[in-house]
């Protein structure tokens, strides 16, 4: 309870913030408030309404917008699940995602986190300030590990790789953590203390929770969002991105509330070993269905998913001629966008734009 109640602080923080942000410009656009939009666009990027950068941008919103307005014009929501689940395609995604959404939360990090003052104390940090230091330190770690992972890390090393690395970490730690539960099962707090292999088994488990969120962080917490917002078609990306946002706090909820039945009939260690259990099968599942999609095209990704998803490992990498397709697109989106530039200023406007 006091892990949930202690979140209520940064979502008050959270909430007042919001009184001073600037309304999203492309959401206002979005409900024909053009006015207010340019005005909050001022504000945001600290220019005048005639500058070249914000002209543009506007203009880019906006047929952003008309192009997504377009593509989902006259489709109704029952539409969209129609067009997800029909096409053996786009169904191949929703089974990925879907997949990858129950994996990730019924490996078990969020039950932890939300119960680790508890677990803290079965592994031997007592009872009071130090278990909620653990606590804090703990939602450091993860907290660290995310920004990082997610600013530096991931488009270098790959979805695919980080998850495989996030998953084997994730039973190496569950395991030692279930192993050491399992063998002091029964046994005081005095009689481990006493016991100087015991106690260093009882750190090196500290150490793997810890080890533990980091893993979760650079696998099965990150990839799925990122994946979500890669693979689906535009027409039905966002309709799939909510769905599966919803099942991922309905799993969020499921998973703490049988978090602690599953402590209490399994003696503690038991739910570990489920949790490693999870983690092998979602490896094996990984490396059979999991594509890469950093440095990949959304038009090979249609072909991608033409295939069984259990087959997907054999042509998971992007190939080099998708790779240079990526480039070679972006440079000439870039063209395109510099010729819009030289219509509406002069020279040596141009000049300082690029």
């Not at 997949?99 to 003052?117: E, M, R, V």
């Not at 991931?154 to 279930?178: E, K, M, N, Y």
């Not at 039945?261 to 003696?267: I, V």
């Not at 099968?281 to 959304?298: D, H, I, K, N, Q």
Request: glycine content about 6%; hydrophobic content about 45%; some cysteine.
């Amino acid at each position: 309870m006091l892990p949930t109640a202690l979140q209520v602080a940064p979502a008050v923080i959270w909430g007042a913030g919001t009184l001073f942000i600037a309304e999203s410009p492309r959401w206002l656009l979005s409900v024909n408030r053009r006015s207010e939009a340019i005005h909050n666009l001022e504000r945001i990027r600290k220019l005048p309404k005639e500058h070249p950068l914000m002209v543009s941008e506007i203009n880019a919103m906006e047929s952003q917008l008309e192009r997504e307005h377009e593509t989902i014009a006259g489709a109704s929501q029952l539409d969209l699940l129609k067009e997800t689940l029909a096409t053996p395609e786009n169904r191949r995604r929703f089974c990925l995602m879907f997949l990858c959404h129950t994996f990730g939360q019924w490996s078990g990090a969020n039950a932890i986190t939300q119960y680790c003052p508890t677990i803290f104390g079965y592994l031997g940090v007592a009872s009071g300030e130090k278990t909620f230091l653990a606590t804090g330190i703990y939602g450091i770690v993860k907290f660290s590990t995310v920004f990082s992972f997610s600013i530096f890390i991931v488009d270098f090393v790959g979805r695919r790789r980080s998850l495989f690395t996030g998953i084997i970490l994730q039973i190496s730690t569950l395991v030692f953590i279930a192993g050491y539960l399992g063998a002091t099962n029964g046994m005081s707090a005095a009689k481990i203390a006493s016991d100087p292999n015991l106690v260093r088994a009882s750190t090196a488990a500290i150490v793997a929770i810890y080890l533990h969120a980091v893993a979760w962080s650079i696998g099965w917490f990150s990839v799925p969002y990122l994946v979500n917002s890669e693979i689906f078609p535009t027409r039905i990306r966002s309709f799939n991105m909510s769905i599966f946002m919803a099942l991922h706090w309905a799993y969020y909820f499921g998973c703490s509330r049988a978090m602690p039945s599953l402590l209490a009939a399994t003696d503690r260690y038991g739910a570990f070993v489920f949790f490693a259990s999870i983690c092998a099968f979602s490896l094996v599942f990984a490396y059979l269905c999991m594509p890469e999609t950093a440095g990949r095209p959304l038009e090979s990704l249609d072909g991608l998913f033409q295939r069984p998803l259990y087959t997907i490992w054999k042509v998971a990498y992007p190939t080099a001629a998708e790779v240079i397709g990526t480039v070679a697109i972006s440079e000439k989106e870039a063209n395109v966008l510099e010729a819009s530039y030289v219509e509406q200023v002069d020279h040596k406007s141009h000049d300082q734009i690029r």
